[in-house]
């Protein structure tokens, strides 16, 4: 049955498909947003069916066009079939579910308590004057579907505890750090652990922050932050101590994007049991391997 249907998936894709030339002048099959809408609505299925159904065929959706040479349709469509965890939805997490959202990451969870507030508006990209008040995961959810609609998107709206991580991360191929407290830091990578699937870390300050990528067999955040999971109320963050211009969180969401993909995908060289530290204002970029110190700069 499921046989059936694929066939005819692909003959309906393979009849909308187009050739036009790529950027190189390149000749490349195609099917249109517009094309795909109807295909999806033709076959009763959805977008994402028809995006999946056309990378099979190696006809490029015309919204992941520029994405060819740099992935292959078969990236892409592993991509398409792949779900991460975007744990907290301001400046690194609103950032970080955009970028995965166009790169066409097929299945997505937020989640954040918080709601947007005028303080944000320098750096988070899914705050605007209409978004104040809202939840930025809910918020999150409707910009992306206008972004692509082809995208599942989950929402939670609770905060993140050792009682319901597991149903956060359940189905993810890998989690996202967008966190802001070192405490909820550690609740998330113990959840990763236990759910066997790799975290994606990175803190910021100021024009400063780091990044690394964690597998369940690995060393966890307490080569960074130590033994210590608990910070008190009267612990000032060091985002509270040294600003967050919006600069910073764009460059690091950006990396740990990059991080999620060379994981889905097995390829690329990727920061584990390495530390990478970044001072946008020196332009330094240094990285620490935990056995051995500095090893690059």
Request: glycine share 8%.
């Amino acid at each position: 049955m499921n046989t059936d249907r694929n066939d005819r998936l692909a003959a309906v894709v393979a009849d909308m498909a187009e050739k036009i030339n790529d950027a190189a002048k390149r000749p490349v099959r195609v099917i249109s947003e517009a094309s795909a809408q109807q295909a999806a609505r033709q076959c009763s299925t959805g977008l994402a069916q028809i995006y999946a159904a056309a990378l099979e065929s190696g006809v490029w959706p015309i919204r992941y066009m520029r994405n060819a040479q740099s992935l292959s349709a078969k990236d892409q469509l592993i991509l398409a079939r792949a779900s991460i965890a975007v744990i907290g939805a301001g400046g690194l997490g609103g950032s970080i579910a955009a970028a995965a959202a166009r790169l066409g990451i097929g299945k997505l969870t937020i989640a954040d308590p918080d709601v947007f507030e005028e303080s944000n508006l320098n750096r988070q990209v899914m705050a605007t004057m209409d978004t104040l008040g809202a939840n930025k995961a809910e918020t999150a959810s409707a910009l992306l579907d206008r972004v692509n609609p082809a995208v599942a998107v989950r929402v939670f709206t609770g905060r993140m505890t050792e009682h319901n991580a597991s149903d956060i991360l359940a189905g993810a191929d890998a989690a996202a750090d967008a966190l802001d407290s070192v405490a909820a830091r550690m609740t998330l990578a113990d959840a990763c652990k236990q759910a066997r699937i790799p975290l994606v870390h990175a803190a910021i300050a100021g024009f400063e922050g780091q990044i690394m990528t964690i597998f369940p067999e690995d060393n966890g955040l307490e080569t960074i932050y130590g033994e210590n999971r608990k910070t008190t109320s009267s612990e000032m963050s060091p985002e509270a101590v040294m600003g967050v211009p919006g600069v910073t969180p764009a460059l690091m969401a950006t990396l740990q994007v990059m991080e999620i993909v060379k994981i889905l995908l097995g390829r690329g060289r990727v920061l584990r049991n390495r530390m990478l530290y970044v001072d946008l204002e020196n332009a330094g970029f240094q990285e620490f391997s935990f056995d051995s110190g500095l090893e690059e700069s």
